[in-house]
């Protein structure tokens, strides 16, 4: 069982690592959750084989009860990626009411790099486009 719940969580982790390579926010966000996922399975699976209750009962031997800390921390990753979730809803929502576009947009220093001018050497103070708006922008035609 445990080697399936290994392989599980190496699975989400791939899944959720290749979702967040992806250039739409829903995407996005459904690889933020099942990296959430994975971490939760990480977590119950640290806390080693199902014992005992921790505190109700008596018990004789302390080394047959669980640990009741990964399941509390599992706990709390839950609420957390919960709230994370729900925030990149709402950021997600609002970027398709201003854009109406899930695509996440370029920035200026990829530009520079699909140009093949990020060759990796600090040039923004000594670069011309650095120095003329819009010089930069491979949208606009130069002479």
Do not use: K
Not at 10 to 24: D, E, M, N, S
Not at 28 to 40: E, R, S, Y
Not at 93 to 113: A, C, F, G, K, P
Request: aromatic share 6%.
């Amino acid at each position: 069982m445990t080697l399936v719940l290994i392989v599980t969580i190496g699975v989400l982790y791939g899944i959720g690592t290749w979702l967040l390579q992806q250039r739409t926010l829903t995407r996005l966000i459904l690889g933020i959750i099942v990296l959430g996922h994975g971490a939760n399975l990480l977590l119950l699976l640290s806390g080693g084989h199902p014992g005992l209750p921790p505190i109700v009962g008596e018990f004789d031997d302390p080394a047959t009860a669980s640990d009741p800390l990964p399941q509390a921390l599992a706990l709390t990753a839950i609420v957390i990626s919960f709230g994370v979730t729900a925030f990149l809803l709402a950021l997600a929502y609002r970027s398709w009411q201003l854009t109406r576009n899930d695509e996440v947009e370029d920035d200026l220093e990829d530009r520079r790099i699909a140009l093949g001018r990020g060759d990796g050497i600090d040039d923004d103070f000594t670069d011309a486009s650095a120095t003329v708006p819009g010089a930069g922008d491979p949208r606009q035609e130069g002479p």
